[in-house]
DNA sequence: AATCGTCTGCTTTTT
DNA sequence: GCAGACGATT
């Protein structure tokens, strides 16, 4: 291969691109350019003779993986691109344990339980373990048992407390249902390679430079497992900014970054502070923020864009006049300055807030996009569907079963379902076996046994007929969904045309997408639910469909980037939240704000309100203590309520219309 | 089995 | 203020 080429690259960039043996701490600051690094790092191992196989990239979220094989293909030979391994964290586990996990005592078509199965199964158990007297909110049970195995809490000695027991008993039913939730990926992925040498060696071989993204949002459980698969060659490149670090609410462990040295000795560090994003009135913004956290790696970020607007602050009076204030704007300033409606975007604090933001948007008839809220995968028809795939692959996932086995209605009702688990539960078996369980069938009535054996043998043809070699596979769900009655009963249930309309396209968007995994991939059913189940979001159709103003929170903004940033509710109590004060995780909220502001590429206007309607009623708010911090030279104030309603000046009213002239002449 | 009414209790959510 | 859960009703 030719030469490799670095000359796109800043000097610190470069150096962390050619510091490829050791331990390698790059510190890269909001807008640095990271993902450059990363792949161009990649690249230049690959250039220099190291297989492609031989390179793991890790992850959070798919689409960081995407996006970096993407740019990865574009700098080197695609196939090559395509063989180096980008994988998210809980994917690569999935590798590992999908080959070896039958030394941990599962089988090898083990389940993976997202989030609402495995709370669902938690309810369960709770009704069963509790006593009268005693409550447990299986929603919390959950939150502190994904705690507990994030943070190495092993089995609690102490079932006495309800939580260990339930913990205990929900490790076990899993393992019975041959299932895992998503922290177990990473749990029994560490506990694989700790306590089998040779299949961690085989993986250390495997692995002989590794890259992680994002690192300050790591885990205990990550740190372990990254720290197993380095040998004593430690080729580990970690890339992170810790002020940025806003997840360690869900156990991300700022001291992974913060004391990396102890944990891989003599480290290069090296820092990226040149940002290619924001104007410099921005970065100084944040800059002046962010330095009154106390514990952080200093660093001080600065871009050679010159010029800008001031950061704007913009009191308003309420909520109601902060969105009309802010969506009034956008609206004139897209046509006066000839602007996208994507170019705008909205940032908050909580969900709850993205509300009056919507129906002013409807109300004006402005486009926009709400990332993040409900997904795909939480509808109804999705979990079926992938309820039904399941129950195919792995004959112990009860969970799975039981979500399908009278959907639709089929004639098994509660009452015999509730008896085949407690006989299922005597038997040590799974539900499913004993359906087909001749005793267990004598004890049902003519019609139920009937319905059920009908059932068990339409799960068997199905079964049959998808692993079949050469089997059309995405056409025998098709055919499954149809045979079973389930889609015409999805639509007798529908309670209007539009929810049924929906619905269907979410079916045919799924089997499409197995269709196309299918054709394209050569995978079957296996590969394609678990890449559906570590999947909750569609990425591309969401990216590349929907266009318009972006409402967002905080934490989804994190890596994205917009021309003109709107930050709202900037109030004391919901940023800082009121409960992170009670916690005492402040500087986490300030680091929230920081990410906020620095997502701004030209101007950045933040909002908060005297006035805001809480749960119903209103209350009165003061601005947040952050503002204060913030550098005062780079800052302009204003009071929004004025702005508001200030009359139109003849200048604006010149220039707006001249702008409407234009856009008529250019047509 | 479906539907209605009342009660509760409120961040953030990469997989 | 409103969704989501749960229990009582038909």
Not at 383 to 390: H, I, P, Q
Not at 575 to 603: C, F, M, N
Not at 609 to 632: H, Q
Request: contains cysteine.
């Amino acid at each position: 291969m030719a030469a490799f080429r670095l000359f796109d690259l800043n000097p610190e960039q470069e150096r962390a691109v050619r510091t490829t043996d050791g331990p390698l701490l790059i510190l890269a600051g909001a807008g640095s350019g990271k993902t450059r690094v990363i792949t161009a790092r990649a690249a230049f191992l690959i250039s220099r003779g190291t297989a492609p196989e031989n390179i793991l990239a890790v992850t959070f979220t798919n689409k960081a993986a995407k996006e970096m094989r993407g740019r990865l293909a574009t700098m080197i030979d695609p196939e090559q691109a395509k063989r180096t391994v980008m994988s998210t964290f809980h994917a690569l586990c999935v590798r590992i344990l999908r080959q070896d996990i039958e030394r941990l005592g599962y089988k090898r078509n083990f389940s993976i339980y997202d989030e609402g199965d495995t709370t669902g199964l938690i309810k369960k158990i709770i009704t069963r373990t509790a006593a009268r007297d005693e409550k447990l909110e299986a929603g919390l049970a959950k939150n502190l048992i994904s705690k507990a195995k994030n943070t190495g809490w092993r089995e609690p000695a102490d079932d006495k407390t309800l939580i260990g027991a339930v913990y205990a008993r929900y490790n076990q039913e899993l393992k019975n249902l041959n299932a895992v939730d998503f922290d177990d990926l990473l749990l029994l992925t560490v506990r694989l390679l700790g306590e089998h040498g040779e299949v961690r060696e085989r993986w250390q071989r495997k692995f002989r430079y590794i890259m992680v993204d994002e690192f300050q949002d790591t885990n205990r459980l990550q740190l372990d497992l990254i720290t197993l698969l380095a040998d004593e060659k430690k080729n580990v490149a970690v890339v992170g900014d810790d002020d940025q670090s806003i997840y360690g609410w869900r156990g991300a462990e700022a001291s992974n970054i913060l004391e990396f040295e102890t944990h891989f000795p003599n480290p290069a560090v090296i820092k990226l502070e040149q940002n290619y994003r924001s104007t410099n009135f921005i970065l100084g913004t944040a800059n002046s923020l962010i330095k009154n956290n106390a514990r952080r790696r200093a660093k001080k970020l600065w871009s050679a864009k010159e010029g800008g607007e001031k950061v704007r602050i913009l009191a308003m009076p309420d909520d109601q006049q902060e969105a009309a204030l802010i969506v009034g704007e956008i609206h004139s300033r897209k046509i006066t300055e000839g602007l996208k409606w994507e170019d705008f975007a909205i940032l908050f604090r909580m969900n709850a807030q993205s509300r009056l933001f919507e129906t002013t948007f409807r109300d004006m008839k402005i486009p926009y996009r709400v990332v993040g809220g409900n997904s795909f995968f939480d509808s109804r028809e999705i979990k079926d569907v992938l309820a039904y795939a399941a129950c195919l692959m792995n004959a112990d996932d009860d969970v799975s079963l039981l979500r399908i086995v009278n959907t639709p209605a089929r004639g098994i009702s509660d009452g015999t379902v509730e008896k085949a688990t407690t006989a299922s539960i005597h038997a040590r078996c799974s539900v499913f076996a004993i359906l087909r369980d001749e005793e267990f069938l004598a004890t049902l009535t003519a019609r139920t046994r009937g319905a059920v054996e009908k059932f068990t043998s339409f799960l068997d043809d199905m079964d049959l007929k998808m692993h079949e070699p050469l089997a059309n596979q995405p056409g025998v769900l098709r055919a499954l969904l149809t045979d079973s009655g389930y889609l015409t009963d999805l639509q007798r249930t529908c309670k209007t045309p539009e929810e049924w309309l929906k619905r269907e396209q979410n079916i045919r968007y799924l089997l499409d997408d197995f269709q196309s995994y299918h054709d394209g991939h050569g995978k079957g059913l296996r590969e394609w639910l678990d890449a559906m189940l570590l999947r909750h979001e569609r990425e591309e159709e969401k990216e590349e469909e929907v266009s318009g103003v972006t409402l967002i929170t905080l934490h989804a903004s994190k890596g994205l980037e917009f021309p003109h940033v709107h930050l709202i509710g900037c109030e004391e109590g919901v940023l800082p939240h009121e409960r992170s004060k009670l916690e005492g995780t402040v500087d986490e909220e300030r680091r929230l704000l920081y990410v906020g502001i620095t997502r701004a590429k030209q101007t950045l206007a933040i909002t908060w309100c005297r006035n805001r309607t809480k749960y119903g009623s209103a209350v009165s708010c003061a601005p947040s203590t952050f503002l204060k911090e913030l550098d005062p030279d780079l800052i302009e104030r204003h009071d929004g309520g004025e702005l508001l309603n200030k009359p139109v000046t003849q200048e604006k009213a010149t220039a707006k219309f001249g702008a409407i002239l234009d856009m008529l002449g250019k047509l």
